[in-house]
Protein backbone atom coordinates (compact mmCIF):
# COMPACT_ATOMS: atom_id res chain seq x y z
CA UNK A 1 0.00 0.00 0.00
CA UNK A 2 2.71 2.22 1.10
CA UNK A 3 4.27 1.66 -2.41
CA UNK A 4 1.39 2.32 -4.59
CA UNK A 5 0.72 5.48 -2.68
CA UNK A 6 4.07 6.90 -2.79
CA UNK A 7 4.51 5.91 -6.62
CA UNK A 8 1.12 7.68 -7.06
CA UNK A 9 2.74 10.99 -5.25
CA UNK A 10 6.47 10.25 -7.98
CA UNK A 11 4.03 10.15 -10.56
CA UNK A 12 1.65 13.15 -10.30
CA UNK A 13 4.92 15.35 -9.80
CA UNK A 14 6.47 14.09 -12.38
CA UNK A 15 3.35 14.82 -14.52
CA UNK A 16 3.27 18.21 -12.89
CA UNK A 17 0.48 17.94 -10.88
CA UNK A 18 -1.06 21.11 -9.34
CA UNK A 19 -1.19 22.10 -5.40
CA UNK A 20 -4.51 20.85 -5.44
CA UNK A 21 -4.02 17.43 -7.08
CA UNK A 22 -1.14 16.84 -4.45
CA UNK A 23 -3.06 18.17 -1.40
CA UNK A 24 -5.45 15.27 -2.44
CA UNK A 25 -3.00 12.34 -2.23
CA UNK A 26 -3.04 10.02 0.56
CA UNK A 27 0.54 10.18 2.54
CA UNK A 28 1.51 6.94 2.90
CA UNK A 29 2.10 4.89 6.41
CA UNK A 30 5.02 3.49 5.62
CA UNK A 31 8.34 4.78 2.70
CA UNK A 32 11.77 3.27 2.02
CA UNK A 33 14.85 5.09 3.78
CA UNK A 34 18.61 5.17 3.81
CA UNK A 35 18.84 4.13 7.36
CA UNK A 36 21.37 3.79 9.81
CA UNK A 37 20.48 1.13 12.68
CA UNK A 38 20.82 1.44 16.73
CA UNK A 39 21.74 -2.61 16.70
CA UNK A 40 24.52 -2.25 14.48
CA UNK A 41 26.42 0.81 16.65
CA UNK A 42 29.36 -1.26 17.69
CA UNK A 43 29.36 -3.16 14.31
CA UNK A 44 33.35 -0.97 13.88
CA UNK A 45 34.14 -1.48 17.06
CA UNK A 46 37.92 -2.13 16.87
CA UNK A 47 38.88 -0.69 12.82
CA UNK A 48 40.66 1.89 11.93
CA UNK A 49 38.56 4.57 10.36
CA UNK A 50 39.36 4.56 7.01
CA UNK A 51 38.48 1.34 6.77
CA UNK A 52 34.93 1.65 8.47
CA UNK A 53 32.74 1.23 5.05
CA UNK A 54 29.29 2.54 4.80
CA UNK A 55 28.31 0.09 1.96
CA UNK A 56 28.25 -2.08 5.19
CA UNK A 57 26.21 -0.27 7.80
CA UNK A 58 23.42 1.85 5.35
CA UNK A 59 20.96 0.35 4.63
CA UNK A 60 17.17 0.90 2.80
CA UNK A 61 14.71 0.20 4.80
CA UNK A 62 10.87 0.73 4.95
CA UNK A 63 9.76 2.91 7.94
CA UNK A 64 7.31 4.50 9.07
CA UNK A 65 5.78 8.15 8.26
CA UNK A 66 6.01 9.95 11.71
CA UNK A 67 3.33 12.21 12.65
CA UNK A 68 3.22 16.27 11.56
CA UNK A 69 3.79 18.75 14.17
CA UNK A 70 2.37 21.91 13.37
CA UNK A 71 5.19 23.60 12.39
CA UNK A 72 6.32 20.81 10.23
CA UNK A 73 6.18 20.03 6.59
CA UNK A 74 6.07 16.56 4.84
CA UNK A 75 8.23 16.75 2.00
CA UNK A 76 7.90 14.50 -0.86
CA UNK A 77 11.98 13.77 -1.57
CA UNK A 78 12.84 13.52 -5.77
CA UNK A 79 16.68 14.29 -4.36
CA UNK A 80 19.42 14.29 -2.07
CA UNK A 81 23.05 14.28 -1.98
CA UNK A 82 25.82 12.59 0.38
CA UNK A 83 27.46 14.87 2.69
CA UNK A 84 30.06 14.08 4.63
CA UNK A 85 28.12 13.93 7.64
CA UNK A 86 26.66 10.83 5.86
CA UNK A 87 29.55 9.36 6.52
CA UNK A 88 30.40 10.15 9.88
CA UNK A 89 26.86 8.95 10.53
CA UNK A 90 27.42 5.51 8.42
CA UNK A 91 30.89 5.36 10.24
CA UNK A 92 29.31 6.60 13.71
CA UNK A 93 32.17 8.97 14.52
CA UNK A 94 32.85 11.21 16.15
CA UNK A 95 29.96 9.38 17.66
CA UNK A 96 27.16 7.79 16.56
CA UNK A 97 24.13 9.91 16.10
CA UNK A 98 21.77 7.76 18.40
CA UNK A 99 23.11 9.67 21.04
CA UNK A 100 21.54 12.96 18.76
CA UNK A 101 18.53 11.18 18.49
CA UNK A 102 17.96 10.09 22.27
CA UNK A 103 18.66 13.67 23.88
CA UNK A 104 16.05 15.32 21.26
CA UNK A 105 13.76 12.73 21.98
CA UNK A 106 14.22 13.85 26.01
CA UNK A 107 13.16 17.19 25.12
CA UNK A 108 8.99 16.99 23.65
CA UNK A 109 6.51 15.12 22.48
CA UNK A 110 7.65 15.93 19.22
CA UNK A 111 11.34 15.38 19.78
CA UNK A 112 10.34 11.93 21.45
CA UNK A 113 9.23 10.64 17.01
CA UNK A 114 13.24 11.14 16.39
CA UNK A 115 14.09 8.24 19.02
CA UNK A 116 13.97 5.75 17.11
CA UNK A 117 15.92 2.47 16.72
CA UNK A 118 17.01 3.56 12.93
CA UNK A 119 18.07 6.81 11.96
CA UNK A 120 16.99 8.23 8.39
CA UNK A 121 19.93 10.11 7.85
CA UNK A 122 20.59 13.05 5.14
CA UNK A 123 20.73 16.94 5.41
CA UNK A 124 19.81 18.17 1.44
CA UNK A 125 16.86 17.33 0.03
CA UNK A 126 15.35 18.53 -3.68
CA UNK A 127 11.09 17.96 -3.68
CA UNK A 128 7.49 18.57 -3.31
CA UNK A 129 5.89 20.13 -0.41
CA UNK A 130 3.19 17.21 0.28
CA UNK A 131 1.35 18.48 3.34
CA UNK A 132 1.65 21.07 5.78
CA UNK A 133 1.38 21.49 9.49
CA UNK A 134 -1.58 23.86 10.76
CA UNK A 135 0.90 26.73 11.71
CA UNK A 136 2.40 26.95 8.24
CA UNK A 137 1.82 29.96 6.69
CA UNK A 138 3.93 30.49 3.68
CA UNK A 139 4.39 27.16 2.03
CA UNK A 140 1.36 24.61 0.76
CA UNK A 141 1.19 21.43 -1.02
CA UNK A 142 2.77 21.38 -4.66
CA UNK A 143 5.44 24.36 -3.77
CA UNK A 144 8.95 23.11 -5.36
CA UNK A 145 11.77 23.23 -2.78
CA UNK A 146 14.69 22.94 -1.40
CA UNK A 147 16.12 22.02 2.22
CA UNK A 148 18.02 23.33 4.25
CA UNK A 149 19.24 21.54 7.08
CA UNK A 150 19.42 24.21 10.28
CA UNK A 151 16.86 22.53 12.69
CA UNK A 152 15.54 25.52 15.21
CA UNK A 153 12.69 25.51 18.08
CA UNK A 154 11.44 29.13 16.97
CA UNK A 155 9.94 29.94 20.30
CA UNK A 156 13.37 29.41 21.96
CA UNK A 157 14.87 33.10 22.75
CA UNK A 158 18.12 32.00 21.75
CA UNK A 159 17.20 31.31 18.35
CA UNK A 160 16.35 35.46 17.42
CA UNK A 161 19.59 36.63 16.88
CA UNK A 162 21.65 34.32 14.63
CA UNK A 163 19.96 30.78 14.89
CA UNK A 164 22.91 29.49 14.86
CA UNK A 165 23.58 30.49 18.30
CA UNK A 166 20.26 29.09 19.64
CA UNK A 167 20.38 26.32 22.08
CA UNK A 168 18.95 23.96 20.40
CA UNK A 169 20.45 24.08 17.31
CA UNK A 170 20.05 21.13 15.44
CA UNK A 171 21.78 19.62 11.74
CA UNK A 172 18.93 18.10 10.21
CA UNK A 173 19.22 14.41 9.39
CA UNK A 174 22.23 14.20 11.17
CA UNK A 175 21.45 15.56 14.94
CA UNK A 176 17.72 14.60 13.88
CA UNK A 177 15.32 11.87 12.01
CA UNK A 178 13.75 12.00 8.75
CA UNK A 179 16.15 13.42 6.78
CA UNK A 180 16.74 13.47 3.03
CA UNK A 181 18.08 10.47 1.92
CA UNK A 182 14.20 8.98 2.32
CA UNK A 183 10.99 8.83 0.02
CA UNK A 184 9.18 11.21 2.35
CA UNK A 185 11.02 14.06 4.51
CA UNK A 186 9.70 15.68 7.85
CA UNK A 187 10.92 19.22 7.69
CA UNK A 188 10.45 22.48 9.68
CA UNK A 189 8.70 25.29 7.66
CA UNK A 190 11.51 27.36 8.26
CA UNK A 191 13.86 24.76 6.21
CA UNK A 192 12.25 25.15 3.08
CA UNK A 193 13.33 26.99 -0.11
CA UNK A 194 12.44 27.59 -3.52
CA UNK A 195 13.95 25.16 -5.70
CA UNK A 196 15.85 27.14 -8.89
CA UNK A 197 13.58 26.56 -11.87
CA UNK A 198 16.66 26.12 -13.86
CA UNK A 199 17.93 23.22 -12.49
CA UNK A 200 17.12 19.82 -12.65
CA UNK A 201 15.71 17.95 -9.47
CA UNK A 202 19.51 16.36 -8.77
CA UNK A 203 21.27 19.65 -9.48
CA UNK A 204 18.63 21.23 -7.12
CA UNK A 205 19.62 18.74 -4.67
CA UNK A 206 23.02 18.92 -3.81
CA UNK A 207 23.67 22.84 -2.81
CA UNK A 208 21.91 24.16 0.62
CA UNK A 209 24.11 22.57 3.01
CA UNK A 210 27.76 22.92 1.33
CA UNK A 211 26.75 26.13 -0.45
CA UNK A 212 25.21 27.74 2.66
CA UNK A 213 28.09 26.96 5.00
CA UNK A 214 30.56 28.34 2.31
CA UNK A 215 28.52 31.21 2.37
CA UNK A 216 28.44 32.16 5.89
CA UNK A 217 32.03 31.29 6.47
CA UNK A 218 33.30 33.59 3.30
CA UNK A 219 30.60 36.19 3.17
CA UNK A 220 28.85 36.52 5.99
CA UNK A 221 29.31 38.95 8.98
CA UNK A 222 29.10 35.75 11.40
CA UNK A 223 31.95 34.76 9.17
CA UNK A 224 35.30 35.83 7.54
CA UNK A 225 33.40 38.30 5.76
CA UNK A 226 35.78 38.75 2.74
CA UNK A 227 36.08 41.87 0.71
CA UNK A 228 37.39 42.89 -2.69
CA UNK A 229 40.77 42.27 -3.41
CA UNK A 230 41.37 39.47 -0.09
CA UNK A 231 43.33 36.54 -1.22
CA UNK A 232 41.93 32.94 0.39
CA UNK A 233 43.77 29.96 0.86
CA UNK A 234 40.75 26.99 0.16
CA UNK A 235 42.14 23.36 1.10
CA UNK A 236 40.01 20.97 -0.18
CA UNK A 237 39.27 23.50 -3.23
CA UNK A 238 37.58 20.85 -5.72
CA UNK A 239 35.26 19.29 -2.89
CA UNK A 240 31.87 20.05 -1.70
CA UNK A 241 32.31 23.15 0.48
CA UNK A 242 35.85 24.23 -1.45
CA UNK A 243 34.20 24.37 -4.93
CA UNK A 244 31.17 27.08 -3.54
CA UNK A 245 34.39 28.61 -1.74
CA UNK A 246 36.06 29.39 -4.74
CA UNK A 247 32.88 30.85 -6.78
CA UNK A 248 32.59 32.87 -3.80
CA UNK A 249 35.98 34.35 -3.49
CA UNK A 250 35.68 34.71 -7.75
CA UNK A 251 32.40 36.95 -7.36
CA UNK A 252 33.53 38.53 -4.36
CA UNK A 253 36.56 39.91 -6.37
CA UNK A 254 38.90 37.78 -4.23
CA UNK A 255 42.11 35.74 -5.61
CA UNK A 256 41.69 32.39 -4.58
CA UNK A 257 44.30 30.02 -3.95
CA UNK A 258 42.97 26.65 -4.13
CA UNK A 259 44.46 23.61 -2.55
CA UNK A 260 43.85 20.02 -4.41
CA UNK A 261 45.45 16.57 -4.62
CA UNK A 262 45.86 15.73 -8.06
CA UNK A 263 46.41 17.21 -11.67
CA UNK A 264 43.13 16.78 -12.87
CA UNK A 265 41.36 18.12 -10.08
CA UNK A 266 43.72 21.26 -10.64
CA UNK A 267 43.14 21.33 -14.04
CA UNK A 268 38.58 21.07 -12.65
CA UNK A 269 39.66 24.22 -10.81
CA UNK A 270 41.45 26.45 -13.62
CA UNK A 271 38.50 25.52 -15.57
CA UNK A 272 35.97 27.15 -12.79
CA UNK A 273 38.35 30.47 -13.66
CA UNK A 274 40.86 29.26 -9.90
CA UNK A 275 44.16 30.47 -11.33
CA UNK A 276 46.14 29.37 -8.61
CA UNK A 277 46.14 26.08 -7.35
CA UNK A 278 48.60 24.09 -5.49
CA UNK A 279 48.60 20.50 -6.04
CA UNK A 280 49.47 19.11 -2.46
CA UNK A 281 50.38 16.00 -3.13
CA UNK A 282 52.75 16.82 -6.10
CA UNK A 283 54.26 19.11 -3.82
CA UNK A 284 54.65 16.49 -1.17
CA UNK A 285 53.57 18.69 1.95
CA UNK A 286 54.96 16.65 5.14
CA UNK A 287 53.15 19.09 8.01
CA UNK A 288 53.55 15.85 10.50
CA UNK A 289 57.17 14.28 10.48
CA UNK A 290 55.63 11.83 13.00
CA UNK A 291 51.83 11.26 15.17
CA UNK A 292 53.40 14.01 17.43
CA UNK A 293 55.70 16.26 15.91
CA UNK A 294 54.98 18.76 13.19
CA UNK A 295 57.41 20.51 11.04
CA UNK A 296 57.59 24.30 10.59
CA UNK A 297 60.08 23.87 8.07
CA UNK A 298 57.24 22.46 5.84
CA UNK A 299 54.63 25.30 6.83
CA UNK A 300 57.13 27.74 5.33
CA UNK A 301 57.65 26.02 2.22
CA UNK A 302 53.74 26.43 1.52
CA UNK A 303 54.11 29.99 2.87
CA UNK A 304 56.39 30.51 -0.12
CA UNK A 305 54.56 28.42 -2.47
CA UNK A 306 51.47 31.01 -1.62
CA UNK A 307 53.67 33.98 -1.98
CA UNK A 308 55.51 32.64 -5.19
CA UNK A 309 51.97 32.18 -6.75
CA UNK A 310 50.08 35.76 -5.54
CA UNK A 311 52.80 37.73 -3.99
CA UNK A 312 51.11 37.95 -0.37
CA UNK A 313 50.00 36.17 2.22
CA UNK A 314 46.18 35.14 2.51
CA UNK A 315 44.23 37.01 5.07
CA UNK A 316 41.97 33.97 4.81
CA UNK A 317 42.38 30.76 5.10
CA UNK A 318 39.21 28.55 4.91
CA UNK A 319 40.07 25.64 6.83
CA UNK A 320 38.31 21.87 7.42
CA UNK A 321 40.74 19.54 7.32
CA UNK A 322 42.29 20.30 11.23
CA UNK A 323 44.69 18.32 12.17
CA UNK A 324 46.82 17.43 9.57
CA UNK A 325 46.38 21.27 7.86
CA UNK A 326 46.14 23.52 10.86
CA UNK A 327 49.21 24.06 12.11
CA UNK A 328 50.40 25.49 8.28
CA UNK A 329 47.13 27.24 8.03
CA UNK A 330 47.77 29.21 10.98
CA UNK A 331 51.24 29.99 10.02
CA UNK A 332 50.73 31.18 5.91
CA UNK A 333 47.43 33.38 7.28
CA UNK A 334 48.62 36.99 6.81
CA UNK A 335 49.31 39.59 9.55
CA UNK A 336 45.68 40.59 11.27
CA UNK A 337 43.89 37.73 8.90
CA UNK A 338 41.44 35.05 9.86
CA UNK A 339 41.40 31.64 9.71
CA UNK A 340 37.84 30.10 9.33
CA UNK A 341 37.10 26.71 10.48
CA UNK A 342 34.04 24.52 10.28
CA UNK A 343 35.63 20.76 10.67
CA UNK A 344 38.42 18.69 11.53
CA UNK A 345 38.15 15.76 8.61
CA UNK A 346 41.55 14.49 9.66
CA UNK A 347 41.58 14.85 13.62
CA UNK A 348 39.62 17.39 15.83
CA UNK A 349 42.61 17.40 18.49
CA UNK A 350 44.62 19.94 16.53
CA UNK A 351 48.04 21.91 17.19
CA UNK A 352 49.45 25.09 16.20
CA UNK A 353 52.27 27.28 16.95
CA UNK A 354 50.23 29.99 19.12
CA UNK A 355 52.77 32.61 18.70
CA UNK A 356 52.31 33.36 15.30
CA UNK A 357 48.94 33.75 15.83
CA UNK A 358 48.80 36.32 18.79
CA UNK A 359 52.20 38.32 17.71
CA UNK A 360 50.74 38.62 14.31
CA UNK A 361 47.17 39.20 15.52
CA UNK A 362 45.16 36.55 13.42
CA UNK A 363 41.74 35.67 14.22
CA UNK A 364 40.68 31.53 14.43
CA UNK A 365 36.95 31.55 13.91
CA UNK A 366 34.92 28.42 14.26
CA UNK A 367 31.99 28.45 11.71
CA UNK A 368 28.95 26.27 11.43
CA UNK A 369 26.57 25.57 8.71
CA UNK A 370 23.87 28.57 8.18
CA UNK A 371 20.96 30.19 9.70
CA UNK A 372 17.87 30.96 7.52
CA UNK A 373 18.41 33.93 5.97
CA UNK A 374 22.11 32.71 5.06
CA UNK A 375 20.61 29.84 3.46
CA UNK A 376 17.98 31.39 1.73
CA UNK A 377 21.02 34.25 0.41
CA UNK A 378 22.97 31.55 -0.92
CA UNK A 379 19.71 29.87 -2.34
CA UNK A 380 18.85 33.19 -4.18
CA UNK A 381 22.52 32.96 -5.56
CA UNK A 382 21.67 29.75 -6.94
CA UNK A 383 18.39 30.71 -8.37
CA UNK A 384 20.32 33.84 -9.61
CA UNK A 385 22.69 31.85 -11.55
CA UNK A 386 25.16 33.58 -10.25
CA UNK A 387 26.79 30.44 -8.09
CA UNK A 388 26.31 27.12 -9.95
CA UNK A 389 25.87 23.67 -8.24
CA UNK A 390 28.68 21.40 -8.31
CA UNK A 391 27.27 17.96 -9.24
CA UNK A 392 29.87 15.57 -10.25
CA UNK A 393 27.89 12.07 -10.28
CA UNK A 394 24.32 10.84 -9.65
CA UNK A 395 23.61 7.78 -8.01
CA UNK A 396 20.49 5.28 -7.78
CA UNK A 397 18.63 5.36 -4.29
CA UNK A 398 19.69 1.66 -3.87
CA UNK A 399 23.82 2.99 -4.56
CA UNK A 400 23.46 5.43 -1.59
CA UNK A 401 25.81 3.40 0.43
CA UNK A 402 28.19 3.16 -2.74
CA UNK A 403 28.18 7.22 -2.92
CA UNK A 404 28.86 7.54 1.02
CA UNK A 405 31.98 5.53 0.42
CA UNK A 406 33.02 7.42 -2.55
CA UNK A 407 33.06 10.68 -0.13
CA UNK A 408 34.85 8.86 2.70
CA UNK A 409 37.14 7.58 0.57
CA UNK A 410 38.34 11.08 -1.06
CA UNK A 411 37.09 9.69 -4.58
CA UNK A 412 34.41 12.25 -5.84
CA UNK A 413 34.90 16.29 -6.76
CA UNK A 414 32.18 18.76 -5.78
CA UNK A 415 28.72 16.90 -4.92
CA UNK A 416 27.54 13.33 -5.53
CA UNK A 417 23.63 13.43 -6.35
CA UNK A 418 21.46 10.88 -5.14
CA UNK A 419 18.10 10.25 -6.70
CA UNK A 420 14.91 9.33 -4.66
CA UNK A 421 11.73 9.70 -6.24
CA UNK A 422 13.41 11.44 -9.43
CA UNK A 423 12.41 8.25 -11.39
CA UNK A 424 15.71 9.61 -14.13
CA UNK A 425 17.78 12.18 -14.09
CA UNK A 426 16.95 15.72 -16.19
CA UNK A 427 13.67 16.21 -14.65
CA UNK A 428 12.15 18.84 -12.65
CA UNK A 429 13.12 21.96 -15.00
CA UNK A 430 10.79 24.60 -15.34
CA UNK A 431 13.26 27.52 -16.85
CA UNK A 432 14.32 26.32 -20.12
CA UNK A 433 16.11 29.17 -21.14
CA UNK A 434 17.76 29.93 -18.00
CA UNK A 435 18.72 27.06 -17.92
CA UNK A 436 20.63 26.99 -21.69
CA UNK A 437 22.42 30.38 -21.00
CA UNK A 438 24.12 28.44 -18.00
CA UNK A 439 24.35 25.12 -18.89
CA UNK A 440 28.45 25.09 -19.11
CA UNK A 441 29.04 26.60 -15.62
CA UNK A 442 26.00 23.97 -14.77
CA UNK A 443 27.40 20.87 -16.06
CA UNK A 444 31.29 21.75 -15.33
CA UNK A 445 31.84 18.89 -12.76
CA UNK A 446 29.55 16.42 -14.78
CA UNK A 447 31.85 16.75 -17.66
CA UNK A 448 34.95 16.44 -15.53
CA UNK A 449 34.19 13.45 -13.95
CA UNK A 450 32.58 11.73 -17.72
CA UNK A 451 36.12 12.56 -18.76
CA UNK A 452 38.02 11.05 -15.29
CA UNK A 453 35.43 8.11 -16.23
CA UNK A 454 36.49 7.57 -20.19
CA UNK A 455 40.53 8.35 -19.47
P1 LIG B 1 34.65 16.62 0.75
O1 LIG B 1 35.13 15.28 1.10
O2 LIG B 1 33.72 16.80 -0.39
O3 LIG B 1 35.90 17.57 0.46
C1 LIG B 1 36.94 17.70 1.37
C2 LIG B 1 38.24 17.97 0.63
O4 LIG B 1 39.25 18.14 1.61
C3 LIG B 1 38.67 16.81 -0.23
O5 LIG B 1 38.24 17.06 -1.55
C4 LIG B 1 40.20 16.81 -0.12
O6 LIG B 1 40.73 17.48 -1.25
C5 LIG B 1 40.48 17.68 1.11
N1 LIG B 1 41.14 16.93 2.15
C6 LIG B 1 40.74 15.77 2.74
N2 LIG B 1 41.64 15.37 3.66
C7 LIG B 1 42.63 16.30 3.65
C8 LIG B 1 43.85 16.44 4.36
N3 LIG B 1 44.23 15.55 5.27
N4 LIG B 1 44.64 17.50 4.07
C9 LIG B 1 44.27 18.40 3.14
N5 LIG B 1 43.13 18.32 2.44
C10 LIG B 1 42.32 17.28 2.70
O7 LIG B 1 34.00 17.20 2.07
P2 LIG B 1 33.21 18.57 2.29
O8 LIG B 1 33.93 19.65 1.56
O9 LIG B 1 31.78 18.40 2.02
O10 LIG B 1 33.39 18.74 3.85
C11 LIG B 1 34.68 18.98 4.37
C12 LIG B 1 34.60 18.92 5.89
O11 LIG B 1 33.77 19.97 6.35
C13 LIG B 1 34.00 17.62 6.45
O12 LIG B 1 34.67 17.26 7.63
C14 LIG B 1 32.57 18.00 6.77
O13 LIG B 1 31.99 17.20 7.78
C15 LIG B 1 32.74 19.44 7.19
N6 LIG B 1 31.56 20.26 7.01
C16 LIG B 1 31.16 21.02 8.07
C17 LIG B 1 30.06 21.82 7.95
C18 LIG B 1 29.59 22.64 9.08
O14 LIG B 1 28.54 23.24 9.00
N7 LIG B 1 30.30 22.71 10.19
C19 LIG B 1 29.27 21.86 6.71
C20 LIG B 1 29.86 21.11 5.61
C21 LIG B 1 30.96 20.33 5.79
P3 LIG B 1 42.13 17.10 -1.92
O15 LIG B 1 42.41 15.65 -1.58
O16 LIG B 1 41.90 17.31 -3.37
O17 LIG B 1 43.13 18.06 -1.34
Avoid at 46 to 63: F, M, N, Q, T
Amino acid sequence: MGTDQVAAIRDAIVDGADSETIAGLPVPDVYRAAVVRAAEQEMFAGIASEDKDPRRSLHIDEVPVPELAPDEAYVAVMASSINFNTVWTSIFEPMSTFAFLSRLGRESVWGARHDRPYHVLGSDASGVVLRVGSAVRNWKPGDAVTVHCNHVDDQDPTAHDDSMLASNQRIWGYETNFGGLGEIAVVKANQLMPKPAHLTWEEAAVNALTNSTSYRMLVSPNGAQMTQGQTVLIWGASGGIGAYACQYVLNGGGTPVGVVSSPERAALLHELGVEHVIDRRAEGYRFWSDDGTQDPGEWRRLGKKIRELVGVDPEIVFEHPGRQTMGASVFVCSRGGTIITCAATSGFMIEYDNRYLWMNQKTLKGCHFANYREAWEANRLICEGQIHPTLSAVFAFDEVAEAAYQVHKNLHEGKLGVLVLAPKEGLGVTDHAMRERLLPQITLFRRHDEKKDTA
